[in-house]
């Protein structure tokens, strides 16, 4: 996963380097500094990003996430520089000014504090340059497809295993395999395209994930990785996952740390892995949508997928990124998710059954238990639980939370355990009076109830 910073004025080469030294774990490979044509850029990337890298640079052109649609694009158009974030938000992209409102960028919020606090986020599906934010890209339901569901079913295998094809670039890769349906959908049809096949899978020892997972990749014939965690080692992590997600919000904090822990082992064996994340958003996954009133489903959809970029997806990019791992999320293709807005959602959810039709369309390929396994919250299924909640609640007493829950900014926290998790956060970037950046989660809405799997 590369990384971006930049400044749109020429002669600022060694507060870019500075810049790109907080960034510098998304590439552990290269980096450059392009200092020209009224703007300083430097890009940091991981070996298999070299192929093209040069060309690209010549043509003034700086890419940061895995592509295929999912990437900032830094170009020149028509002598002026335009920063794009694709369309879903796959990768990250911010954005400040100086003292002399001169445009400053980069792909990480930290590389940016050092130059300003008052930081914003480049929204997905936008363009930014120094005229102001242009919106190029809405998520929108399509006309349903008149198709019958064994026909849509095939279709989407289809595009779904070209869509996994196209992102194969080494013999040597791996997926991170929770044992859910999405996961292990994805690792199924990347499987004939490797040579060399790891998966890897974290919790910890009551998880049933784990189990789920194992059975899975006996059954693909991949070499599998457990990460055996325990709440001590959660503990040790958690500062680091805090500062590499930008976050304090609990149900993010919460789903990332086996990632972390699991990506950080998957780096010592491949530079790329593949995930599921965005299965539940658009297939209807999650258990609070069998409550939504059919006529409003497609909408509520829509919204939690537009939503993404700034939870799971963050997520998947920043444990990734922290390690050099470049992470596939191919259920956020631009082709596919296309085509998905078009199936009707009562193929999605049916008789009760979530992400029905994408069940239907592994049918014969996944394992059955697999395949028809209950949809479990990200941190239940890893064996987390409220582990960290309970510790939370000891660390913060009553009268702290009392006092300290209000922050500079008017946010009112909702539980000890994300002030717990900010008290980490302001050690690293102190106490930000502007966080509009941050995602956050109100009020534990139910759509936010857990994470892709």
């Not at 919790?203 to 599998?224: I, N, Q, R, T, V």
Request: charged share 25%; with cysteine; net charge negative.
């Amino acid at each position: 996963m590369a990384g971006i910073v930049g400044i749109l004025q020429e002669g600022q080469h060694n507060l870019v380097a500075s810049m790109l030294d907080t960034i510098s774990h998304r590439g552990n490979y290269k980096k450059t500094i392009l200092d020209k044509n009224g703007a300083t850029i430097g890009i940091v990337w991981s070996h298999h990003e070299d192929n093209g890298m040069k060309e690209k640079l010549e043509k003034e052109i700086f890419m940061d996430g895995p592509g295929f649609g999912h990437e900032v694009k830094v170009s020149r158009f028509n002598g002026r520089w335009q920063i794009y974030r694709d369309e879903l938000g796959v990768a990250p992209m911010y954005f400040t000014s100086d003292i002399d409102w001169t445009l400053c960028f980069a792909s990480e919020v930290k590389a940016l504090l050092q130059i300003s606090t008052d930081v914003f986020e480049i929204p997905s599906g936008h363009e930014v340059n120094e005229m102001g934010t242009k919106k190029y890209f809405d998520l929108e339901m399509k006309p349903p497809l008149q198709k019958d569901p064994k026909a849509i079913a095939m279709e989407l295998l289809n595009l779904l295993s070209l869509t996994v094809s196209r992102r194969i670039t080494s013999d040597t890769m791996g997926s991170w395999l929770s044992g859910g349906l999405d996961s292990s959908a994805i690792a199924a049809l990347a499987r004939p395209w490797i040579k060399k096949f790891h998966t890897f899978s974290g919790g910890l020892g009551c998880a049933p994930d784990l189990e789920y997972a194992k059975e899975m990749a006996k059954h693909l014939g991949a070499e599998h990785h457990e990460i055996l965690i325990n709440f001590q080692e959660m503990l040790r992590v958690l500062p680091l996952v805090i500062y590499h997600l930008e976050s304090f919000d609990p149900l993010l904090v919460r789903s990332s740390i086996i990632n972390y822990l699991v990506a950080e082992e998957a780096a010592g064996y491949v530079e790329e892995v593949f995930s599921g994340e965005g299965g539940d958003e658009f297939f209807a996954g999650y258990d609070y949508l069998k409550k939504v009133d059919p006529i409003l489903l497609d909408k509520e959809l829509v919204e939690i997928a537009g939503r993404l970029h700034n939870t799971a997806l963050q997520r998947v990019d920043r444990c990734a990124a922290a390690h050099g791992l470049t992470a596939h999320v191919v259920f956020a293709d631009p082709q596919l998710f296309d085509f998905t807005l078009r199936i009707p959602s009562n193929l999605k959810l049916k008789d009760g059954v979530e992400k029905w039709i994408l069940r239907k369309a592994f049918e014969g390929t996944l394992p059955e238990r697999v395949l028809w396994r209950t949809k479990a919250k990200f941190w239940e299924g890893s064996g987390v639980g409220t582990l960290l909640s309970d510790y939370a609640n000891i660390k913060v007493s009553d009268s702290d939370f009392k006092t300290e829950r209000i922050l500079n900014n008017g946010w009112s926290l909702n539980t000890k355990e994300e002030l717990f998790y900010y008290r980490i956060f302001i050690e690293y970037f102190g106490k930000l009076e502007n966080l509009d950046w941050m995602g956050r989660t109100k009020d534990i809405m139910p759509h936010t109830e857990g994470f892709s799997r």
